[in-house]
């Protein structure tokens, strides 16, 4: 069946260090990917989305590529804030949609 | 206006007991979920409906009865509650079962403890 697998975590990073954080997914056909955004005690947010292959998709300063060849959606961002700390899930919709691990990312100031 | 909404927030309970999470969404989507997220935050499918009729059925005990009275509900009721079930419970919906670019919308989660 398909699935998504992402970088385990925790990640640490003081303030202003690039992020990337991995996501490799398995799947028939062509899913659409997405990276949700968990703050404590909420619910996720969707963070960015791709629905073919070689779109990037990007939103507040975080991107990730589709790439069909590496099976890959990587997420990341240049220069990060203590604001972004949170936990990151990879995702896909083909006709469901399946989420990764998640990976619990603390930006230091 | 909250899109998707769950009540209870919070819920606690004792071994055994029968509990419901409601779950309402206002966005008009065809198709609802519901996920287990555990404490370390790996959030599981558990199941998925489209137009009121179950599409997924995950590997989930049958003490987990989803019910959808109609499109904007999706009530996940638990019978003989055990302490395994505690985690945090969203229901989420997205216009169509799959689709390009189609995206999930999130509760803000049901925090079940079972003591």
């Known amino acids: 069946g398909d699935s998504v697998t992402q970088m385990e975590g925790p990640v640490t990073l003081s303030e202003e260090a690039f992020l990337t954080i991995n996501c490799t997914y398995t799947?028939?056909?062509?899913?659409?990917l997405f990276w949700y955004v968990q703050y404590p005690g909420e619910g996720l947010q969707l963070l960015l989305k791709?629905?073919?292959?070689?779109d990037k998709g990007s939103n507040k300063g975080f991107e990730a590529t589709y790439r069909k060849e590496t099976t890959s959606f990587h997420l990341e961002k240049g220069s990060v804030q203590v604001s972004d700390s949170a936990v990151y899930f990879c995702?896909?919709?083909?006709?469901?949609?399946?989420f990764g691990a998640g990976t619990r990312l603390t930006v230091k100031p | 206006d909250t899109a998707v909404s769950q009540t209870p927030k919070y819920l606690v309970t004792q071994m055994g007991n029968d509990k419901s999470i409601k779950c309402e969404q206002n966005l008009g989507h065809d198709t609802m979920y519901w996920y287990k997220q555990d404490s370390k935050k790996f959030l599981k499918i558990m199941f998925s409906?489209?137009?009121?009729?179950?599409?997924i059925n995950e590997t989930v005990p049958n003490r987990f009865s989803p019910k959808s009275p109609d499109k904007a509900h999706l009530n996940l009721h638990i019978n003989s509650l055990e302490l395994g079930d505690s985690a945090v419970y969203f229901c989420?919906?997205?216009?169509?079962?799959?689709?390009?670019?189609?995206?999930?919308?999130f509760g803000q989660g049901t925090r079940l403890t079972v003591v």
């Open positions: 995702a896909l919709n083909n006709n469901d949609m399946r």
């Open positions: 799947a028939t056909g062509y899913p659409s």
């Open positions: 989420a919906s997205s216009p169509q079962l799959g689709g390009a670019g189609t995206e999930a919308f």
């Open positions: 791709a629905t073919k292959a070689d």
């Open positions: 409906y489209n137009n009121k009729e179950l599409i």
